[in-house]
């Protein structure tokens, strides 16, 4: 596996753990890097409003996202 699929895996697998679902994926490359945008909704495919959910949602996925290990771009999320 790739290091930006590996990259996606592991958004996805968060995004997953937060109980999210994915309304819409857009992924684009751009020679050797891609960028991946996930729209999502809540559990009840509603749009996530609640200001304390976006704060621990983004506080879950900045580490992911931030991690070395995996490939130099980095896959952004947006609340729906």
Same mark, same amino acid.
């Given at each position: 596996?790739? $290091? @930006?699929? @590996?990259?996606?895996?592991?958004? #996805? *697998? =968060?995004?997953?753990? +937060?109980?999210?679902?994915? @309304? @819409?994926?857009?992924?684009? =490359?751009?020679? /050797?890097?891609?960028? %991946?945008?996930?729209?999502?909704? %809540? *559990?009840?495919? +509603?749009?996530? $409003?609640? $200001? &304390?959910? #976006?704060?621990?949602? *983004? /506080? =879950?996925? +900045? &580490?992911? +996202?931030? %991690? %070395?290990?995996?490939? &130099?771009? *980095? &896959?952004?999320? !947006? !609340? /729906?």
């Amino acid at each position: 596996m790739g $290091e @930006s699929q @590996s990259a996606c895996c592991q958004v #996805l *697998r =968060t995004l997953s753990d +937060l109980k999210l679902q994915i @309304s @819409s994926a857009k992924i684009s =490359t751009f020679g /050797e890097r891609a960028v %991946d945008v996930f729209y999502v909704k %809540d *559990r009840f495919g +509603l749009k996530i $409003e609640d $200001e &304390p959910r #976006l704060k621990a949602i *983004r /506080e =879950t996925l +900045l &580490p992911v +996202l931030a %991690d %070395d290990t995996v490939a &130099p771009a *980095r &896959p952004s999320v !947006a !609340a /729906e």
